[in-house]
C-alpha cells in the first residue's frame, strides 16, 4: 500500500527549531520526488520545499529559503523538513506528498497526501 505518514509537529518558540518526518512506502521513495506543503487557517495550501527521488535536487519557495532544508534518508525511506528560525507565520498544518507530475511546486502535481501535522509557533 502507498502511504505517506507525518511526524513531528508541535508548538515551539518563535526563533525556535522542528524538524518534521515523512515517512514514505518504498515505491514512492524509488519513483518520485516528495515534498511539503503547508495550510494555515483560512489560506489555501501552499508549496513549502521538495526533494527530487535522488536526493541531489531540492527546491524552495521564497518564504521559507535560507531557514528551512528537506533531505531524505535513504536507508529509512523516510525525509525530513527542518525548520529554522521559525517565525509567527509559519504555524500551519504541514503535509507531504509525492511528486507525481511535471512541476515541482503545483498542488496538482502531487498525489498520495499525507495526513499532516500541525505546527504551532508563539511569539
Known amino acids: 500500500q502507498v502511504r505517506l505518514v507525518e511526524s513531528g509537529g508541535g508548538l515551539v518558540q518563535a526563533g525556535d527549531s522542528l524538524r518534521l518526518s515523512c515517512a514514505a512506502s518504498g515505491r514512492i521513495w524509488s519513483t518520485y520526488g516528495v515534498g511539503w506543503f503547508r495550510q494555515s487557517s483560512g489560506k489555501e495550501r501552499e508549496f513549502v520545499a521538495v526533494i527530487d527521488w535522488t536526493g541531489s535536487s531540492t527546491y524552495y519557495a521564497d518564504s521559507v529559503k535560507g531557514r528551512f532544508t528537506i533531505f531524505k534518508d535513504n536507508a529509512k525511506n523516510t525525509m525530513y523538513l527542518q525548520m529554522n528560525s521559525l517565525k509567527p507565520e509559519d504555524p500551519a498544518v504541514y503535509y507531504c506528498?509525492?511528486?507525481?507530475?511535471?512541476?515541482?511546486?503545483?498542488?496538482?502535481?502531487?498525489?498520495?497526501w499525507g495526513q499532516g501535522t500541525q505546527v504551532f509557533v508563539s511569539s
Open positions: 506528498a509525492a511528486n507525481v507530475g511535471a512541476s515541482r511546486d503545483e498542488e496538482h502535481d502531487y498525489g498520495y
